[in-house]
């Protein structure tokens, strides 16, 4: 079993910045991919970015490209979001993910952290 926790979440004024980490205990993945996502009030859950195994390949959802950065830390299994320049929009709970091979669907969630921008 596999357990993904988020910390980092708060309250910021628009146009600061905040780093999100997920750190995943009870399994040490020897490849897969790691996400986040987030959900706003009223609004589905949607993909914010994700990043490989290796880290050599990342994707981001349009809204956030340019602004957000995801990294991680195989040797600490702990995955990042460094969040700048962060909008009003911005707000939502952040959720981070992780699928159990190379490819596949996303098996494991966390929590979630809330994270709110004011305007």
């Known amino acids: 079993q596999v357990q993904l926790v988020e910390s980092g979440g708060g309250l910021v004024q628009a146009g600061g910045s905040l780093r999100l980490s997920c750190a995943a205990s009870?399994?040490?993945?020897?490849?897969?991919?790691m996400g986040w996502f987030r959900q706003a009030p009223g609004k589905e859950r949607g993909f914010v970015a994700h990043?490989?195994?290796?880290?050599?390949?990342?994707y981001y959802a349009d809204s956030v490209k340019g602004r957000f950065t995801i990294s991680r830390d195989n040797a600490k299994n702990t995955m990042y979001l460094q969040m700048n320049s962060l909008k009003p929009e911005d707000t939502a709970v952040y959720y981070c993910?992780?699928?159990?091979?190379?490819?596949?669907?996303?098996?494991?969630w966390g929590q979630g952290t809330q994270v709110t921008v004011s305007s």
């Open positions: 009870g399994r040490t993945f020897s490849s897969n991919i």
């Open positions: 990043i490989t195994w290796s880290g050599g390949n990342t």
């Open positions: 993910a992780a699928t159990s091979a190379e490819a596949g669907p996303y098996v494991y």
